[in-house]
């Protein structure tokens, strides 16, 4: 992900790869970044103590012994007035605060947001933490409005949102995989099955964003009486996709609050 809003945001010119700081302690997972020309290190306090922002993007459950490590290192003094901005799923800016309290001068933005942002179609939220300024949340935007939209909005949504955004690509590749396995079985060749498949899905999200029509509406102007496609449209109801597609949007949610709450139980 971290990669995909870097790639993102220097698409559009906001930002050099030498003006980029990137750790992780694997070293593999660092040459991409290297061979890009941003500056690499296997210590999170090297990056934190050069990068003015500094966007948290590890796993959940990595988050904590992460953050202590850097409260430990020789250059922890150093790590002060960063504005730090979470991609964590669940991770509320209360945990955030809490993890980031020992860096003077803190603030922190939670921002949730999916892997279109690469080819600058993205779908971000973001909500502030406590001690942001103004002036930082407009920088916020300022990063994220170049990687498609973004939207500010209220914390007790952005699980609800991850689930339908930033889950949602993985969602809508199984349809489109699907729409493209079906029409294999009907004697398409794969190539062409999927790009169809995916240029239909693309066309019809456009619809819904362009006409303001109400997706019903949109669907019944598909479907001809008796016709192909609510013969499709019936085989698929039997098969309750919509409760599934509903169900896994629960499902998401509510591991994204459970990841929140782990963050706060688990010694890390
Ligand atoms: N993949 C997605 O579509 C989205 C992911 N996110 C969030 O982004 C975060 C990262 O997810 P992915 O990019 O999918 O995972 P990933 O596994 O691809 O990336 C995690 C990175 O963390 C690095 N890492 C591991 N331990 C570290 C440590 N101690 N210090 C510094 N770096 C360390 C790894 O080298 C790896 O490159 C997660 O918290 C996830 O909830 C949020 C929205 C969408
Ligand atoms: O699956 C995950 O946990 C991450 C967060 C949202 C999308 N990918």
Redesign the pocket.
């Known amino acids: 992900?971290?990669k995909?809003i870097c790639r993102g945001i220097k698409r559009k010119g906001l930002i050099k790869y030498s003006q980029v700081y990137v750790?992780?302690?694997?070293i593999k997972?660092l040459d991409v970044w290297k061979e890009l020309g941003a500056n690499v290190s296997t210590d999170?306090s090297v990056v934190a103590k050069e990068a003015d922002i500094i966007f948290l993007?590890?796993?959940?459950h990595?988050l904590g012994?992460?953050l202590k490590?850097l409260q430990e290192s020789p250059n922890a003094s150093m790590i002060r007035n960063k504005l730090f901005i979470s991609?964590?799923?669940?991770?509320t800016v209360n945990n955030l605060e809490e993890m980031l309290s020992k860096f003077e001068g803190s603030r922190v933005v939670r921002v949730?947001?999916?892997?279109p942002m690469l080819i600058g179609k993205g779908c971000t939220v973001y909500c502030p933490g406590t001690n942001c300024t103004a002036q930082d949340l407009n920088l916020v935007k300022s990063i994220l409005e170049v990687t498609g939209m973004c939207q500010l909005l209220p914390e007790h949504m952005i699980n609800a949102v991850?689930a339908v955004s930033?889950s949602g690509?993985a969602f809508a590749y199984i349809f489109i995989e699907a729409l493209s396995d079906g029409g294999v079985r009907m004697g398409l060749h794969r190539d062409m099955a999927t790009r169809f498949a995916a240029q239909t899905v693309m066309g019809a999200a456009q619809m819904v964003l362009d006409t303001n029509k109400h997706m019903g509406t949109l669907k019944d102007e598909v479907c001809s009486a008796g016709g192909q496609t609510i013969a499709g449209i019936h085989a698929m109801e039997r098969c309750a996709v919509r409760g599934a597609i509903m169900d896994a949007v629960e499902a998401a949610a509510l591991k994204a609050a459970e990841l929140g709450e782990c963050s706060k139980k688990k010694p890390q």
Not at 23 to 26: E, I
């Open positions: 992900m971290a995909a750790s992780s302690p694997y997972n999170n993007a590890v796993k959940p990595i012994g992460a490590e991609i964590l799923a669940g991770i949730m947001p999916n892997t991850g930033a690509p």
